[in-house]
């Protein structure tokens, strides 16, 4: 029988909108390489492997957390360890840090769930959320003041690139517009280039879909781009069980790191290089924490364990077609 569930986790709070426009601002942030990382969803071992990368670059990458770095992590002493590293970089809130730091569970996750996602789905993130507040408050006494002053967004710049930060989309914290389905849709081109003016951006880096997508607009002459990096403490791809993040760099990426996709912007005369990279993180020492925090027949477990051993059904070709150069 479907859980039954309201609104909650489906609508989009209103203090979750800020508009595209707000990107038009002095940029907070100025990177040669720039690694943004969404949807780390509470895996310690894919901030290990984060980490590492991060180690192994001849110029070291600035950090930006887009949002979710906390989901799983119902253990307090992985919840504090996993918040301080991320707090040691530049990180900013999503759905599930806001509503951490609620005063109320009426918006449920925060995920904004459109109405193709089933009911089902809804309602075991709202459960989930209940659970990790609870942990929140153990692990952090201050967790909802600390969370509650990050940001929803940052501007940075690569070279000549403007690159607009979110977790959602163009206008909402729990925005959907930058999914897959809503980026190649022709209904919606002069929407998303709209976004794109609006900003003055040339990129945007987002993550709040839980699935990666990589694709290029052109807006009044210029190549502008959207780089979805999914989720980078989740599996991405079917029967692969690797996290992504978004590199945004002046170089392309060093051979050393595993490249899903790479994508070379022409901004202001400049060569922009935009990637997906993996991150193969410790698979057996993941599965073993998510499975003694959510063990079988729990929310979580019933809700993300196929993913996290075998991937959703998707594919590269999905997220970057082959077309796409």
């Not at 990458?61 to 040691?88: K, S």
Request: aromatic share 8%; glycine share 8%.
């Amino acid at each position: 029988m479907p859980l039954a569930v309201p609104r909650a986790g489906r609508n989009c709070p209103t203090g979750y909108a800020y508009g595209a426009a707000v990107f038009a601002r002095t940029p907070e942030l100025d990177a040669q390489t720039l690694y943004v990382i969404g949807g780390l969803y509470g895996n310690r071992y894919a901030l290990d492997a984060i980490e590492a990368l991060a180690a192994s670059e001849a110029v070291a990458p600035q950090l930006v957390f887009n949002g979710d770095f906390h989901w799983f992590d119902t253990d307090p002493a992985v919840f504090a360890d996993l918040h301080a590293r991320v707090l040691r970089h530049t990180a900013l809130r999503g759905n599930v840090e806001t509503e951490l730091a609620a005063d109320d569970d009426e918006a449920g996750c925060g995920c904004g769930y459109p109405e193709d996602v089933s009911d089902d789905v809804v309602a075991h993130s709202n459960q989930i959320i209940v659970a990790l507040r609870a942990t929140a408050q153990q692990a952090l006494g201050d967790a909802r003041t600390t969370l509650a002053a990050l940001p929803m967004h940052l501007l940075a710049t690569v070279g000549a690139a403007r690159i607009g930060i979110v977790h959602g989309d163009a206008t909402t914290l729990a925005g959907w517009d930058f999914a897959r389905e809503r980026l190649d849709d022709p209904a919606r081109r002069a929407i998303n280039e709209q976004f794109f003016r609006k900003a003055e951006v040339s990129l945007f880096a987002s993550s709040h879909t839980c699935l990666p997508a990589l694709r290029r607009f052109r807006v009044e002459g210029q190549e502008c781009g959207v780089i979805n990096n999914g989720a980078a403490g989740l599996p991405n791809f079917s029967g692969v069980t690797a996290g992504l993040i978004s590199r945004i760099a002046l170089t392309p990426a060093p051979a050393a790191l595993n490249v899903r996709y790479e994508r070379t912007f022409r901004i202001a005369g400049q060569d922009i290089h935009v990637a997906a990279i993996a991150l193969d993180y410790d698979q057996a020492g993941w599965r073993a924490q998510f499975l003694r925090d959510w063990p079988v027949g729990s929310v979580a477990n019933t809700a993300y364990l196929q993913r996290i051993d075998h991937g959703p059904a998707y594919s590269p070709e999905q997220a970057c077609p082959a077309g796409f150069k």
